[in-house]
């Protein structure tokens, strides 16, 4: 299994440019979600799916948009880039939601490095 | 804001020595999860308490749950460079809310 794949792992943007960074798992993952990591704030979810068709927003979602058409893909858009997007990007998925109370550890992908310049 | 805090953001160890990384969050937690993150790498899971007072062991890292399950502390016991990197809780809120993360340096 690949587990949690991202694409791109890099990628150096002008402000104003829209992009897609694609996130895909092949466990069979019910629950998906995006995180921003910055130093010295941690992870910082952007946005989730408990399931396809369904997702809703995190602690930082202004800037960002997610669909889930499938189990398996989990894209995140941003719209119109700024500066302050430069971050880590993760994905990570967990079988059901990590929050539901029972033992679901979230599998992380290897992060998309993203520049805004 | 953030709801879950860690401390400290950084320890500077000689190999051997112990460590101990704690998490404080201002609302009571159902559970809370353990990540370890390698540098350059991504977070990979360690652990999950749920049960007041709850104390779990792997190996040389001792992770406990507060009594009111709002704090959580990881304890490594005689460090080794491989416990080099940054260690993240992550408190269920309703949402999983990451702390800061502690960032580990061990110097042999």
């Known amino acids: 299994n690949a587990g949690v794949t991202q694409t791109p792992k890099f990628q150096v943007l002008k402000t104003g440019q829209s992009m897609t960074l694609q996130c895909a798992q092949d466990m069979n993952h019910e629950y998906m979600s995006w995180y921003r990591q910055d130093p010295g704030m941690g992870l910082r979810l952007i946005h989730y799916?408990?399931?396809?068709?369904?997702?809703d927003q995190g602690e930082v979602p202004n800037g960002y948009n997610v669909s889930r058409s499938t189990t398996e893909d989990f894209p995140l858009r941003l719209l119109s880039a700024a500066p302050s997007q430069t971050s880590v990007y993760f994905c990570a998925s967990s079988y059901s939601n990590p929050t539901g109370g029972s033992n679901q550890p979230q599998h992380f992908g290897d992060g998309t490095r993203l520049s805004i310049l | 804001g953030q709801q879950v805090m860690q401390i400290p953001q950084y320890q500077h160890v000689q190999e051997g020595e112990d460590f101990t990384t704690y998490c404080n969050s201002s609302?009571?937690?159902?559970?809370i999860q353990w990540y370890k993150q390698r540098p350059g790498g991504h977070p990979v899971f360690l652990i999950q308490l749920v049960k007041s007072g709850e104390v779990k062991k792997q190996k040389r890292l001792t992770f406990q749950f507060g009594e009111a399950k709002k704090n959580s502390s990881l304890h490594i016991t005689a460090t080794q460079t491989t416990d080099v990197g940054t260690y993240f809780c992550?408190?269920?809120?309703?949402?999983?809310?990451f702390g800061q993360g502690t960032t580990l340096q061990v110097k042999p």
């Open positions: 992550a408190g269920n809120t309703g949402k999983l809310i």
């Open positions: 609302t009571t937690l159902s559970n």
């Open positions: 799916s408990v399931g396809a068709g369904i997702t």
